[in-house]
């Protein structure tokens, strides 16, 4: 077959397997720095989704493009768990020094799914058991296993049977809370006792969540919810598995978004934000957990390539050097009013939540039923855009409005975005 002369427009919909076309951008996108991406007919766009919450250190960051330059130059792959490779070690060796607790080795595999496995595998080695406990509207990937511990029946469809072993907590959600009437007691924490009592054997391995659930709509637990959840865990022996894939590397104002509650977990996965856009990921767990794997036990023929750790090491110092997951801290609390002051003016916005640089805004038919408002959030992404600023939409409901630039935005570029919202969701309204 030889090239047709299609658009890429064309080409994407008549040679790529697209789930679902109609979520396709339509954007033919030529280059991107720090916060801006650019388009083939020359449109700047302010990015508020950073590739799905990715390019933390800001898009094409220099130093990382060096670093990875200079490592491709030298070894592009070998098999990074076949032999030695310096680049590895020293990432390895960083993520010992940033990550919370007694975090030490590391595995290195290539996308945000796969580290989930590797943990639940790990988990599994290191207990005997074989169980897990995840949470309803978490997510955690698209491979069997991942989709497994998702508690989105929408994420799920047509990829069942799923694994058997499986138990799900109500999730940590104030805004929809189904089980404190108003003023939190951390009943959903409490929930987790019971259902390891009631929905499993006791056989469980590990209970999964993520510290801010991403893709289940920017949800913030309330305060204290790890601390009681992680007794509850250790009383019967059981692993926690932060999953950090979305919500690490600064993203929510601190390294990783658990150390907001001081928990230290026994396994962490991580993907998305540590490589800037290199496709870099891996799970990192205590020394006496990691050592369950008996040699040759796991492997991955892409884990811990040269370039990408190279690239991820460079991302880390720069996250470093530039102060940005403290920008993230700092710009997140000055966006928050700008966003308070959205729901003040638009009686659609439900709830506004978020840490640091991962903020959502919940939208809603009706305040007091709290119906979502699906239809009005894609109207209003798609305003966005054509005004020049790219957001994002999750949610079970899809009623999310998610703020998730890289770390490097300015103030400035957060004010448009915050103006451009308020002229989106206007015109919506008025509508
Ligand atoms: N875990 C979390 C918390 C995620 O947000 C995602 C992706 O959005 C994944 C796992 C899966 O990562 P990947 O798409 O790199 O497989």
Request: glycine share 12%; charged share 20%; with cysteine.
């Amino acid at each position: 077959m030889t090239a047709t002369g299609l658009s890429t427009s064309e080409k994407y919909r008549q040679f790529l397997i697209l789930s679902s076309v109609q979520s396709v951008e339509p954007i033919t996108v030529e280059r991107a720095r720090d916060a801006l991406v650019w388009s083939t007919d020359g449109t700047e766009y302010v990015d508020c989704f950073a590739g799905i919450a990715v390019v933390n250190a800001g898009h094409c960051e220099p130093r990382v493009l060096e670093a990875a330059r200079r490592q491709m130059e030298r070894l592009v792959h070998i098999g990074s768990l076949l032999y030695e490779v310096p680049v590895v070690a020293d990432l390895a060796e960083k993520l010992a020094w940033i990550t919370p607790g007694r975090l030490e080795k590391t595995f290195f595999c290539n996308s945000g799914a796969e580290a989930v496995e590797g943990a639940l595998r790990l988990a599994k080695a290191s207990t005997g058991r074989s169980e897990f406990i995840a949470l309803e509207l978490g997510f955690h990937g698209r491979t069997n296993a991942t989709l497994s511990v998702t508690g989105n029946r929408k994420r799920k469809q047509h990829g069942g049977p799923y694994l058997p072993g499986v138990a799900f907590a109500p999730p940590p959600h104030p805004y929809r809370c189904r089980l404190c009437n108003g003023k939190c007691s951390l009943a959903c924490a409490d929930a987790v006792s019971d259902v390891i009592d009631y929905h499993t054997s006791g056989d469980v391995a590990a209970f999964i969540a993520e510290p801010v659930m991403g893709e289940g709509g920017i949800i913030v637990p309330p305060e204290g919810y790890f601390e009681r959840v992680k007794k509850i865990l250790d009383d019967r022996g059981i692993l926690f598995i932060a999953d950090e894939v979305q919500s690490g590397f600064g993203r929510t104002g601190t390294m990783f978004a658990i150390e907001r509650s001081g928990v230290a977990p026994d396994i962490m996965t991580m993907a998305k934000g540590i490589g800037d856009g290199f496709p870099l990921a891996g799970f990192t767990a205590r020394p006496d957990v990691a050592d369950s794997f008996r040699p040759g036990e796991h492997l991955s023929t892409f884990g811990g390539n040269p370039v990408c750790c190279a690239a991820g090491l460079a991302s880390i110092e720069v996250l470093e050097a530039d102060g940005l997951v403290a920008r993230s801290a700092g710009l997140g609390s000055w966006l928050r009013p700008q966003l308070e002051r959205l729901a003040e003016r638009h009686v659609a916005v439900g709830d506004v939540r978020g840490a640091g640089l991962m903020q959502g805004l919940e939208l809603v038919r009706d305040r007091v039923t709290r119906e979502p408002a699906p239809e009005l959030a894609a109207r209003i992404k798609a305003s966005c855009r054509q005004r020049g600023v790219l957001i994002g939409v999750g949610g079970y409901f899809g009623n999310v409005l998610r703020i998730q630039p890289p770390l490097t935005i300015t103030q400035e570029q957060l004010g448009f975005v915050a103006e451009v919202l308020d002229g989106a969701l206007s015109e919506a309204m008025a509508s």
